[in-house]
């Protein structure tokens, strides 16, 4: 067959695809594994190569590889880490728990490049997957630590900007929207006068805690699990490769990696990305709050609430013309939903595959933490570009159903007690006046009073006196 190649390892020969970088232990991987076709993406590919980098050059070092096998496979690590050789990384997902299928993925990919770049390929010089590229590791080690890395690196590029830019639209429309008095709701039903602003304000400050709270929970994930190899012992490795390798990544990165402070509790179980899981599951709720409270004032346009209007992004109906739906917080909701079944995904990995000395749930919990944080990346920039940025307020109808709340009786109860406020909103209410009109038709007080106390604009902060 001219299309394929023979490849061994421990286990035997086995055919793989002529052109392939991968070897044998990948291609049984492939053949093992044909369940999801989802595949790792560029954010752990990149971690991988980096990882691959740092450890050739800390080997290099501490006098483990020579410097021309060092260099070679530095530059195959960077190559991958620069995405050049995605097309390569072909195992599914849903593999070996421990991750090892994609950890000898990258170290066969790398030893072959390598063996190309130093002109060895085929022969008995060339790169070998395990005892150079994966010198000083395992798979335990390197597959939570390129986790790691890589949802470190997704949290700084990418969520935690997005996040920025989301509160800032918020804290704007809080200040564009701060003079509008529109009806306050509580269970559904009409309460006291809010200022708009007001509500945009507390999304604002509901993103910037849930920013925060990923920001600690992220910071967990700046100590690897690197060097604690087989089950956390640091067997095959040298002392020093661990700090070392933190160094360098933190050199290639920006990011100041260091070596966990007990690799027993970073290989044997999950918890920090439980917890970072968990920070990301809170943002959805936070987000999920601000998408549907949006979508339910911006509904009508005649019939609903209306108080918002949304931007107009596309029809909304392939059977009644002219209506145009939320279509954007509607998204968001979605992506929530999922990001919230990513963190169930993510909890009982943690709780069920965690046994003895090894977590064997890596791959998935890798798999749904990076698409949780790719999702929540993307979404935030489409809701702030395409609905709160254009998002506008109807100053009429927040006027009007203020007029017309039967909570307006409440700024009376200084003046008429409770129980006399309450009859007063019975009687608006079945008579379909307003408690206004009321209270001026029944004198309960003078019309200056009255006037000073049915402000609805005064009503949305505390008052120094009681009328």
């Not at 496979?73 to 050049?84: L, S």
Request: hydrophobic share 45%; aromatic share 4%.
């Amino acid at each position: 067959m001219n299309d394929t190649r023979i490849e061994r390892d421990t286990m035997g020969e086995m055919r793989v695809p002529a052109d392939a970088l991968y070897g044998a232990s990948t291609q049984r991987a492939v053949l093992n594994f044909p369940i999801s076709g989802y595949r790792f993406g560029r954010p752990f590919l990149r971690a991988l190569g980096l990882i691959k980098y740092a450890a050739a050059a800390v080997n290099e070092q501490l006098g483990r590889l020579k410097p021309e096998l060092a260099g070679a496979i530095r530059d195959a690590a960077r190559e991958v880490a620069d995405g050049r050789h995605d097309e390569h990384f072909v195992v599914d997902v849903f593999q070996t728990g421990s991750g090892t299928s994609t950890n000898m993925n990258a170290n066969e990919v790398i030893a072959t490049r390598a063996g190309q770049l130093l002109g060895t390929a085929g022969d008995e010089r060339r790169v070998h997957p395990n005892d150079h590229v994966n010198l000083g590791q395992s798979s335990n080690d390197v597959i939570p630590t390129a986790m790691h890395v890589a949802l470190t690196l997704m949290l700084r590029d990418g969520l935690r900007p997005a996040l920025s830019r989301l509160q800032e639209s918020l804290r704007h429309k809080a200040r564009e929207f701060d003079d509008i008095i529109k009806i306050g709701r509580t269970h559904l039903m009409d309460a006291t006068p809010i200022r708009l602003g007001q509500e945009f304000s507390g999304y604002a400050r509901q993103v910037a805690q849930a920013d925060a709270r990923l920001a600690v929970a992220g910071d967990e994930l700046r100590e690897l699990p690197i060097g604690g190899t087989a089950v956390g012992t640091g067997i095959n490795t040298h002392p020093e490769f661990a700090g070392r390798v933190c160094a360098v990544l933190a050199h290639e990165v920006g990011v100041e990696f260091q070596e966990a402070t007990d690799h027993f509790a970073a290989q044997h179980a999950k918890d920090a990305v439980v917890a970072f899981s968990g920070a990301l599951r809170g943002l959805a709720v936070t987000l999920t709050k601000i998408a549907n409270d949006i979508r339910w004032l911006g509904s009508g346009p005649r019939c609903g609430l209306g108080e918002l209007r949304l931007p107009a992004t596309q029809p909304g109906s392939s059977i009644m013309p002219g209506k145009v739906n939320p279509v954007i917080p509607e998204a968001v909701l979605q992506v929530c939903a999922q990001v919230m079944g990513h963190d169930a995904a993510v909890t009982s990995a943690a709780a069920l595959l965690g046994n003895l000395d090894l977590h064997t749930g890596m791959p998935v919990m890798t798999h749904n933490l990076l698409e949780a944080v790719r999702l929540l990346t993307n979404v935030c920039g489409v809701f702030v570009e395409r609905c709160l940025d254009g998002l506008a307020a109807d100053r009429e109808r927040c006027e009007t159903l203020v007029e017309q709340s039967l909570a307006m009786c409440t700024s009376l109860v200084p003046l008429i007690g409770y129980d006399r406020a309450a009859e007063l909103a019975k009687e608006a209410h079945r008579t379909g006046r307003t408690i206004r009109e009321l209270a001026l038709e029944k004198k309960l007080a003078d019309p200056a009073r009255l006037a000073a106390a049915l402000d609805a604009a005064a009503m949305t902060r505390p008052q120094t006196d009681q009328w």
